[in-house]
């Protein structure tokens, strides 16, 4: 028997929480998965899982076992990743998961520089918003907006996103421009979303000096993907809460607009997370490095985009008074 893959085995049955779970992120057949279990039980004379038709139980000999030789397994690899970094370039397959609107609009615009840095990584992308089992899927780490709940995940910080209110002209024409937030629940139109395994939708929030707003306006439409919430209100459909980055190009064409702009939203946090069960490999590290300087500098990229349009703006209002005085004297 080898003991190694054995124990690499028996963890992995631990996390995931089945034989079938297991041999299907391992990539081997169950009866092997079985089979090393049932091998590594008789070697060390112990019974470590209580199998039934439903679950796999683990007995107290087993949770030992299990603590000891997940920390010894951790340790093998980043004793192999250190000594196989300073050799070679890092190599293999880094599975990711993220929103599609992460992936079109931050990380795939900038892939080029991380393939160019590490040719012998392959990168495989889940594209969605949804619960990701890290284990049984294999799922490396993920790009997630909001503070993590799960407590067994390592969440690392990268950025904040900032949210603006946002409409077309052509709505507005036809519902005029709100003046205060408590507008979009009496008059307005909103669109709605929701994450569809959490079953609500999320409401507006709006803040001003030690002020917080929190309005649900009316919606005709719900949806639970970023980039079809910024369609439909590029559309007219209504009024849309979302992060700056993802309407740039909308607003420079004019196809929306910022409304409420004294009524900023909080920013949300940008984390990279990971399972804390699992070690991050050499492949694993350089990717999340990579992409948290990469996402730092998109920060910084839209808070000066940001400051610059903002002088501009103030600019341009400094000459309109400037002439509207003129004109008046």
Known sequence: MDQLTAMRVFTRVVE?????????????????????????????GTKLLNRTTRQVVVTNDGALYYERASRLLAELDELDGSLSSSQAQPSGKVRVALSGAFADQLVMPALCDFHTRYPKIQLEFDIGDRIVDYIAENVDCALRGGTPNDQSLVARKVAELE??????PLYLQRKGVPQHPNDLENEH??????????????????????????????YVISVNEARSYVAAAIAGIGVAQTVSFMVRDAVARGELVEILGDWPRDPIPLYIVYPQTRHLSNKVRVFVDWLAKMLQDVERSECNRGRIAAETAAGRNSQDLIATKRVSA
């Open 16 to 44: 995931t929480g089945n034989f079938s779970k297991a041999a299907l992120s391992l990539k081997m057949p169950k009866t092997t998965v079985t089979n090393l279990v049932q091998g590594l039980e008789g070697h060390l």
């Open 163 to 168: 949210l603006r209110t946002y409409a077309a």
């Open 189 to 218: 139109t909103g669109i709605g979303y929701m994450k569809a395994y959490e079953g609500r939708h999320f409401p507006m929030v709006f803040r001003k000096d030690d002020a917080v707003i929190e309005v649900q306006p009316q």
